[in-house]
């Protein structure tokens, strides 16, 4: 054979040899196999205690975390769960609770949600048609439909209005005999607000099985809103009966509830939140009842000097929300591996990112996810050490922009080509899908937890105005008459302007000019309010509503409009609002049906 025969044979052979391990290596670079997760601060962020499987083990970490420092002595869900008693749990789930909680169950059935007892709204019903003022003459299935009706207003409308209205025993005596039944567990809710530590075991985290925590369960939440329902129930009772100490002691409960260190998870937070603007609305209403005292009203303000004001946010950011994102990458890592095939599967969600993003066969490094990941939840928290209470919104926009630039720009050549090649890029890519799809709502709970710090500072205002006019006899001409008697600065609200303040004909009105910092007159579009008082939306006569509001503020018309329709303003308003006296509300009437 001749010589250049040979060479061209060898150097064929040599380029197929050089070709067969390109498209090798290219095929383990697309196909994989996966780069499993290694266990580090800046992959799975939690590195001990660890699995049989030689990862981490959350449910450990955050019993272990959420029960350090707890004791009976000073755990507040002891006396919580027994006072809400059977709770949410089923049968198994309470042994294995109180087992963790070193008790015995309790041997009687504590609070719920009323509108829930059937027998009380039965009873409710029963009363409400003894007193109505015009008997109906219904027989037959006519009657039995009439008294169904009645129930199903008891349930929908009635008892729901109570928790946030003042009443009276002659507005449903049977649910206020059934409050008094259980004073018992009002004593053991207020035992549970004197304590300062919280540990309520989740039975999702009682097994043995690898946790993802978006689908954990959460019962003790369900306990937390029975005992807020009850205590605002009975505290409007007790504002309508005229006990004022004793719907502020129901309040304080409440706040205390609210300020205890839950499991720092998002869902909790804005329980929390939640439960303290319930207890703000009963304080307002203590407020503007003519027979407060100037001691009472000190009494409220020496609380709020004394309570801290930190928000739980950030720590809800940093800690159960990152490891819900973590243990989502976790489980959908073991799923698509062979060798572990997850047993609770992974979200769904996450299976859709994949596929939409072409990555269902496509080797990913999981430990590159986590790390860019985490390193932008890393500069998401960041911001709240970083930038005034106000910036936030801005920021994490910004921060929220940057992600769907990242985003975005891999879908376009080059980049697209390289995720399709390259497992770093792709794995990258991931990592910025995630965070796009766990945090795209994250801008509205920041404007959550500012409207709550507005709210703050609104009712403590408000309490110092009340207690300038019960010593002075009058109301204070300005904010700046508070200083230092009432108040130690002038108010001013989390986006860093002065709280605005105007004597009205029947009373004052207090407001923040909200995110956008621009004076509205105390109007929401959102929370339908004018002026601090509640739009009407039925019925609408333009001229008899505004002048059930109070007169509109000079240049209202010239930049709204006044009011476009009902329950409308022509332009976006986001003041924050509060108004006294408070606009009169009523408990709803059953209309029978024709």
Known sequence: MPLWIRRL???????????????????WKTLGPHTAPIVSPTTTVVTSPLAEDGLPDYSQYLLLQSAEGVTPENNAAIPLLQATWWADFDSAQQTLVCQQLGIEPPSHRGLEQPMLRARLIEQIASWRLKHLSEKPEYEGSDALHFETDL??????HLVPAMFSTPWTKEDAEPLARWLEDYQSCFTLLEQA?????????????LGNQPVRLLEVTTPDLKIY????????LRAQLRIGSGDLEGAWRDSQTLYRLAALDLT???????????????ANDIVRRILDAPALSPALAAEIAEFYASRSTNSKLRAATDGFSRLELVTEVMSHARS????????????????????NANMSHLAIDWNIVLQTANAEIDELVALFDQKEPGELPAAVDAWLGNIASETRDMVLPPKSISIQFDKQSRSEHLGYLLCEMYFSGYSSLVSSDLRNTCERTLVETAVAV??????????????????????PSAPVDPFGQAMVYRVTDDGFLLYSKGEDRVDQQGSNSVYKLYQGRPMPETDWDPQADLAQLGPPAVDMAEKFG?????????????DLPLRFPIYPRELPEFTPPD
């Open 336 to 355: 698509r591996d062979s060798e572990q095939v997850d047993p609770q599967g992974s979200d769904d969600d996450f299976k859709a990112l994949v596929e």
């Open 466 to 487: 009340k207690r300038y006019e019960l010593s002075k006899g009058t109301l204070p001409p300005d904010l700046d008459a508070l200083v230092p008697g009432y108040l």
């Open 193 to 205: 607000a004197a304590r300062d530590q919280y540990f309520m075991p989740c039975p999702d985290l």
């Open 151 to 156: 129930e199903h207003w008891c349930r929908d």
């Open 9 to 27: 044979l060898i150097g064929l052979a040599a380029l197929g040899l050089l070709l067969a391990v390109f498209v090798s290596w290219f095929a």
């Open 225 to 232: 809103r029975v005992a807020r329902q009850c205590l605002s």
């Open 264 to 278: 720092p998870s998002i869902m909790h937070w804005l329980v929390a939140i939640s439960s303290e603007s319930m």
């Open 562 to 574: 006044v009011l476009k329709t009902p329950g409308q303003l022509q332009s976006h308003c986001d």
